[in-house]
């Protein structure tokens, strides 16, 4: 028990010490992919490769043997199977400030989430817009979803 | 009875995850084990959904989310076995503690570059913030100045077994930020430290 206390400490302790996130700052990196996937940024499609950051307002996109895995700046873990569309709505960590919000569309696809430390800190600043309805976390919660598409 | 009723829940949820359109949810365990909770609103109702290993099906934003239903590991792994195998290492952090008044490593940690580096590996990371802190002994300027002298030192056990420079960023809080609090001027081993981050 003793140790993921340590763990969040010390992930909140550099979170403090992180600057705010303004908009031009990335929200997030890709770490792994797989087959074809793209990120669609201000009306254009490219390719998406590991290393490469995340910014507001992308739309990532996973063709049919695509798949994608992504660690957001507050350690939240998402990743995507084929077929899938995930929108970054929103996304604001700065507990310094004491602001938080997290919001991502989830169009299509399947998606496997783990809560990472707005999760944790502000939960109810989490919200995600899905074909099923809106998904409100009452605490730091993971799972996994599927939503089929007309596929 | 019962066991039969289970059977044609799950056989109606493994039809659902084979062919059907509908919308499924489901919640996993925690780090620690435990289950979080959400809830589901849409414009046939709300349902919460609040334990581990149970999903919920939706056909739609107007249909009435169902009640949590069973769903097996062996179903899940099968319905995200491709979104799972894409799931990103979660980042890791690691305290490296020091001789007193020194950028020397105690025995223990020196042993702990290892395991670092490897996670490193593991991760392919290119973001690895390493972070030096002091106890009270000593005044503040001579702590900020050794904090750094260890972060660096760290630094450079890590550059110095493979590990590219520029995906390291160094900073440090002399004893500013200690992990045990102190009355000035108080040794504390606890204290002299050097913290790891790798993502």
Same mark, same amino acid.
């Given at each position: 028990?003793?140790?993921?206390?340590?763990?969040?400490?010390?992930?909140?302790?550099?979170?403090?010490?992180?600057?705010?996130?303004?908009?031009?700052?990335?929200?997030?990196?890709?770490?792994?992919?797989?087959?074809?996937?793209?990120?669609?940024?201000?009306?254009?499609?490219?390719?998406?490769? %590991?290393?490469?950051?995340?910014?507001?307002?992308?739309?990532?996109?996973?063709?049919?043997?695509?798949?994608?895995?992504?660690?957001?700046?507050?350690?939240?873990?998402?990743?995507?199977?084929?077929?899938?569309?995930?929108?970054?709505?929103?996304?604001?960590?700065?507990?310094?400030?004491?602001?938080?919000?997290?919001?991502?569309?989830?169009?299509?696809?399947?998606?496997?989430?783990?809560?990472?430390?707005?999760?944790?800190?502000?939960?109810?600043?989490?919200?995600?817009?899905? %074909?099923?309805?809106?998904?409100?976390?009452?605490?730091?919660?993971?799972?996994?979803?599927?939503?089929?598409?007309?596929? | 009875?019962?066991?039969?009723?289970?059977?044609?829940?799950?056989?109606?949820?493994?039809?659902?995850?084979?062919?059907?359109?509908?919308?499924?949810?489901?919640?996993?365990?925690?780090?620690?084990?435990?289950?979080?909770?959400?809830?589901?609103?849409?414009?046939?109702?709300?349902?919460?959904?609040?334990?581990?290993?149970?999903?919920?099906?939706?056909?739609?934003?107007?249909?009435?989310?169902?009640?949590?239903?069973?769903?097996?590991?062996?179903?899940?792994?099968?319905?995200?076995?491709?979104?799972?195998?894409?799931?990103?290492?979660?980042?890791?952090?690691?305290?490296?503690?020091?001789?007193?008044?020194?950028?020397?490593?105690?025995?223990?940690?020196?042993?702990?570059?290892?395991?670092?580096?490897?996670?490193?590996?593991?991760?392919?990371?290119?973001?690895?913030?390493?972070?030096?802190?002091?106890?009270?002994?000593?005044?503040?300027?001579?702590?900020?100045?050794?904090?750094?002298?260890?972060?660096?030192?760290?630094?450079?056990?890590?550059?110095?077994?493979?590990?590219?420079?520029?995906?390291?960023?160094?900073?440090?809080?002399?004893?500013?930020?200690?992990?045990?609090?102190?009355?000035?001027?108080?040794?504390?081993?606890?204290?002299?430290?050097?913290?790891?981050?790798?993502?």
């Amino acid at each position: 028990m003793k140790k993921p206390v340590m763990g969040f400490l010390m992930l909140l302790l550099w979170a403090l010490c992180a600057p705010s996130w303004a908009e031009v700052q990335h929200i997030g990196k890709v770490k792994g992919t797989n087959g074809i996937v793209s990120i669609q940024r201000a009306g254009k499609m490219i390719p998406a490769f %590991p290393h490469m950051k995340v910014y507001l307002n992308d739309m990532l996109v996973t063709g049919s043997d695509g798949v994608i895995g992504l660690l957001l700046e507050d350690n939240t873990l998402l990743s995507m199977g084929p077929m899938s569309r995930l929108a970054l709505d929103k996304f604001d960590f700065s507990p310094a400030q004491n602001r938080y919000a997290l919001q991502l569309r989830m169009e299509q696809g399947t998606f496997v989430y783990l809560s990472g430390l707005m999760g944790k800190l502000a939960p109810y600043a989490v919200k995600l817009d899905t %074909p099923a309805g809106t998904i409100s976390m009452l605490k730091e919660t993971n799972f996994m979803a599927r939503f089929p598409g007309d596929e | 009875m019962n066991r039969i009723c289970c059977f044609a829940v799950v056989s109606m949820l493994a039809l659902v995850g084979c062919s059907g359109k509908e919308n499924l949810i489901v919640l996993t365990p925690n780090a620690g084990g435990t289950a979080g909770a959400m809830e589901l609103t849409n414009e046939g109702g709300v349902v919460t959904l609040d334990q581990a290993g149970k999903a919920i099906i939706v056909k739609g934003r107007q249909a009435k989310p169902s009640n949590l239903v069973d769903i097996s590991d062996a179903e899940t792994r099968a319905l995200f076995q491709d979104a799972l195998n894409a799931q990103p290492l979660a980042p890791q952090s690691f305290l490296l503690y020091f001789e007193f008044g020194t950028e020397n490593l105690t025995a223990e940690s020196t042993q702990l570059i290892d395991v670092i580096l490897q996670s490193i590996h593991e991760r392919d990371s290119r973001d690895i913030s390493v972070v030096g802190h002091t106890d009270r002994a000593g005044d503040y300027e001579y702590n900020l100045a050794l904090s750094l002298t260890r972060a660096k030192s760290v630094r450079d056990l890590l550059v110095e077994r493979g590990v590219a420079a520029d995906f390291i960023q160094l900073s440090s809080h002399g004893e500013g930020n200690p992990l045990v609090s102190t009355a000035d001027n108080i040794a504390e081993a606890k204290n002299r430290r050097v913290e790891v981050m790798v993502r």
